[in-house]
Structure formats: C-alpha cells, structure tokens
C-alpha cells in the first residue's frame, strides 16, 4: 500500500523550468517502481519517465528527452522530475505512479492525484 502526493505544477512561460516531486508515504517506498505520466486534453496518456525501485535505471519518452529528468530519494520516499526548455505541448496534467516491482512499466497500481503544468506566454 502506498500514498503518493504531486506538488510543484503551475504557470510558466516557453523555455522556461519548472520541477514536481512526489511523496510517497505508507509503505516501503524503495520496493517500488515509480513513473510520471501526463494527460493533456483531447490525447492519450503518455508515460513521460519511470524508474526501476533502486533508482539504477531511468527511461523517457521521445518528446522529453534532454529536457526532462527524473530522479529518486529512497531515503527521503521522494521521486522528482526537473523539466527545463518546457515548450506549449508540455501542457498537461502530471501524475506520479507506482507499481511493486523492481523494474519500469506501462501499467501501475498506485496514483497521486496529479498537478497542472501549463506552458504559456
């Protein structure tokens, strides 16, 4: 069982940076694989980073690649992601997800409730 909160969405203008954490809570945090998703309107949810539950491997998706890095503190039970050059079609909803297994994956159990990212001039 595991609780996940997002923070750190809001307003930013092309070019811009912003970085969202995620907090885990109730349970142990480092046997979970963890991910980012996004949904914007009228589009499908797109899984934006994950990483394995040590932290050793991280993955992401074509249209953030070298701007967007995610990262873990297993001993802080937080997850975060940097996201810089931030372009319009980042606009989404952003979700941190869990799943118990070691390694990264395209289906998680457990979700926060997510932050809005909105890029705009």
């Known amino acids: 069982q595991l609780q996940l909160v997002e923070s750190g969405g809001g307003l930013v203008q092309p070019g811009g940076s912003l970085r969202l954490s995620c907090a885990a809570s109730g349970s142990a945090f480092n046997r979970y694989a963890i991910a980012w998703f996004r949904q914007a309107p009228g589009k499908e949810r797109e899984r934006v980073s994950c990483t394995t539950y040590s932290g050793t491997y991280t993955a992401y998706a074509d249209s953030v690649k070298g701007r967007f890095t995610m990262s873990r503190d297993n001993a802080k039970n937080t997850v975060s992601l940097q996201m810089n050059s931030l372009k319009p079609e980042d606009t989404a909803i952003y979700y941190c997800?869990?799943?118990?297994?070691?390694?990264?994956?395209?289906?998680?159990?457990?979700w926060g409730q997510g932050t809005q990212v909105t890029v705009s001039s």
């Open positions: 997800a869990a799943l118990k297994r070691p390694s990264c994956s395209d289906d998680y159990s457990y």
